[in-house]
């Protein structure tokens, strides 16, 4: 079974506060992606990672692709109220481009003012 | 644009009784999910169809789950009889595939089951 281990399952921290959530298989992806649920929505995809290595930010967030592209980061800087949701990390193994993803079991962070 | 569109929001059922939750994906879109999400075991995949056909029906959890996609702009989750361990939140979402972000999937607002 095709598994993506996130860490940690939960976190509540400051407004200010930085904060690491990581993303583990024992796979290689061909891309991996991260997804951002808000309660009662569903999720929303905030960036992909293709590259082993690749590092990539969105404002306060960035997500770093492992070299052997089987795991993942992301880390926020001065977190704030609005960062406060599910975020999911998802893989795609790529080989005969199934469409299909592989999510982890998420990381829900709440964001205290 | 629309995104995905589920129906209905919510679902308050009593067991035994038959639910059907709907799903029209993103036009242009080949590929369709649909996914249960619960606090226990977080989202899961039940089934996914591209171009109408079912690919993987793996995650279906027994036969009183049933999925259809009589064409592009259409699918049908069904569950007959339906249980109280059925609670959760039923996504469905939707994908391209060689879009912007290759497989990059689009959840529609989900539909909120309870059953008593």
């Known amino acids: 079974t095709q598994l993506l281990e996130q860490s940690p399952q939960f976190l509540s921290i400051q407004e200010g506060e930085n904060l690491t959530v990581y993303c583990n298989s024992s796979s290689v992806f061909s891309s991996l992606q991260w997804y951002r649920q808000e309660p009662g929505e569903g999720p929303v995809l905030l960036v992909t990672v293709v590259t082993g290595g690749e590092v990539k930010k969105l404002k306060r967030l960035t997500f770093q692709f492992g070299d052997a592209r089987k795991d993942s980061s992301l880390h926020i800087t001065a977190a704030q109220p609005g960062d406060t949701g599910l975020y999911l990390c998802?893989?795609?193994?790529?080989?005969?481009?199934?469409?299909?993803?592989?999510f982890g079991q998420g990381t829900t962070l709440q964001v205290k003012p | 644009d629309a995104g995905v569109i589920q129906s209905p929001r919510h679902e308050v059922t009593e067991m035994g009784q038959e639910v059907t939750l709907r799903c029209k994906p993103i036009s242009g879109h080949d590929y369709l999910f649909w996914y249960r999400q619960t606090m226990m075991r977080g989202l899961e995949l039940l089934i996914y169809f591209n171009n109408n056909v079912p690919i993987d029906d793996s995650g279906m959890p027994e036969d009183r789950f049933s999925a259809k996609m009589p064409n592009a702009s259409f699918s049908t989750l069904k569950i007959q009889p339906s249980e109280p361990r059925d609670s959760a939140v039923y996504f469905c979402a939707s994908s391209r595939r060689g879009g912007p972000v290759n497989n990059e999937q689009f959840f529609g607002p989900g539909t909120r089951l309870t059953v008593l």
């Open positions: 998802a893989g795609d193994h790529g080989s005969g481009n199934t469409g299909k993803l592989i």
